[in-house]
């Protein structure tokens, strides 16, 4: 069976600085019309930062859209036509204060492909070192470093809660055990 909705018309409802939104109407598989709104969004990257005590880097910050501060790994948006490892490096070193030797790209996933076109781009950094770049001036971060069997525990005690850094903290301790 063919589950493909071909697009009709497409209206651009807003357009802003980190993301945008769409209305399309589409003919769905069995002829009837629907509609669908759209987040574009220019993608992300998301990193484990990963030392060699096995600890692994995450930010403390507030987000506004959930009215709470999060525990979270660090991560940013991609800007036009950037890599994604070089956008990794960039946050990194904006967030955290750190450089890399190694940098393994561990898994591309969509966050919400229900509304959005958000892809995302999971690395793992390795042979860390000290390297600070200016942090985004509406950026108010508070690096925390755990031991990653504990990273991993913060999230089955909820205090983990955002989808990347779940992601990506069950990805790495896989990868370790195996």
Not at 9 to 29: A, F, K, M
Request: proline fraction near 5%; glycine fraction near 6%; aromatic fraction near 6%.
């Amino acid at each position: 069976m063919d589950l493909t909705e071909v697009l009709l018309t497409s209206e651009r409802i807003y357009e802003g600085r980190i993301l945008n939104l769409r209305r399309d109407r589409v003919r769905l598989p069995d002829g009837r019309e629907a509609s669908r709104e759209v987040v574009e969004h220019p993608g992300a990257v998301a990193i484990i930062a990963l030392d060699k005590e096995k600890n692994v880097y995450l930010v403390r910050q507030y987000r506004y859209p959930i009215g709470r501060v999060t525990l979270e790994i660090p991560a940013g948006k991609l800007d036009a036509g950037e890599e994604p490892v070089n956008c990794a490096r960039r946050e990194l070193a904006e967030e955290v204060g750190l450089a890399a030797a190694e940098w393994q790209l561990l898994l591309t996933f969509y966050s919400t492909p229900g509304f959005s076109d958000e892809i995302m781009y999971l690395f793992l950094a390795t042979g860390l070192k000290p390297h600070r770049e200016e942090a985004d001036a509406d950026e108010f971060l508070e690096v925390v470093r755990l031991p990653l069997p504990e990273a991993v525990a913060q999230i089955f005690k909820g205090t983990i809660q955002d989808a990347k850094s779940i992601a990506g903290l069950l990805a790495a301790a896989r990868i370790l055990q195996a």
